[in-house]
């Protein structure tokens, strides 16, 4: 979905490089999500936010931080990155409605060597 | 805790022939459920969702999903698949207290011509 940008859309970096990961959005929802996905596994939460002041872990937060710059940027960080944390990063945007319809980014594939 | 299992991790089929893929969930209340596809090199798309009224739910590309309460599934079908339906699917399910989603592990569809 266009309206959701992500940058960089590929990285390699090294092991104990800090990386930082960016999301854009032209949609105007309050809540953004960062996902990461593994082969096998489909998408894990690592981070949401419901708005600027309102952030949260997901259920793989550990190794991760996250900066909610404005209503439309929402920023990864991977502070020392690590190997296992080779895997392709998802960020996504919702509505407060009754489904709470997440769209997806593009999304970035990180390797870490 | 809530879950969602996708049994079949490949399915391969021919073009024109008929397609249904399988989602189980685990989830206390009513559910609600999406499917997501991710073409290769893309984000994830949103192909349908339910979290109320007829169980039967239309989406786009010709997809469709029926819920059914009874078996806990929400099964996406199509009458006659395309040689660009080739793709991974994912079901996930919306965790209510913190309004984000649980993918299952996916499907990947082949087409075969």
């Known amino acids: 979905d266009a309206d959701v940008t992500q940058t960089p859309r590929n990285r390699i970096t090294k092991t104990g490089k800090r990386i930082m990961l960016e999301c854009s959005q032209t949609?105007?929802?309050?809540?953004m999500y960062w996902y990461r996905q593994d082969p096998g596994l489909g998408l894990r939460l690592i981070y949401y936010?419901?708005?600027?002041?309102?952030?949260n872990k997901g259920e793989i937060s550990d190794g991760y931080s996250v900066s909610r710059q404005a209503q439309a940027k929402f920023s990864l960080s991977l502070e020392s990155a690590i190997p296992n944390q080779t895997a392709l990063y998802f960020c996504?945007?919702?509505?407060?409605?009754?489904?709470?319809?997440?769209?997806f980014g593009p999304g970035t594939r990180l390797t870490v060597l | 805790a809530q879950s969602v299992t996708q049994p079949d991790i490949h399915i391969t089929v021919s073009e024109g022939a008929s397609l249904e893929l399988r989602c189980n969930y685990s989830?206390?209340?009513?559910?609600?459920l999406f499917w997501y596809v991710q073409s290769p090199g893309q984000g994830l798309q949103l192909l349908l969702k339910?979290?109320?009224?007829?169980?039967l739910v239309q989406g786009i590309k010709g997809f469709e999903a029926e819920f059914k309460r009874s078996q806990s599934s929400f099964n996406l079908r199509k009458p006659s698949v395309h040689w660009s339906d080739a793709a991974e699917y994912f079901c996930?399910?919306?965790?209510?207290?913190?309004?984000?989603?649980?993918f299952g592990a996916g499907t990947r569809l082949a087409v075969h011509p």
């Open positions: 339910y979290f109320s009224g007829d169980t």
């Open positions: 949609k105007g929802h309050d809540r």
């Open positions: 996504a945007t919702s509505v407060r409605e009754g489904a709470d319809t997440q769209y």
């Open positions: 989830y206390g209340a009513t559910p609600y």
């Open positions: 996930a399910v919306r965790s209510g207290g913190y309004n984000k989603l649980i």
């Open positions: 936010s419901f708005d600027v002041k309102d952030i």
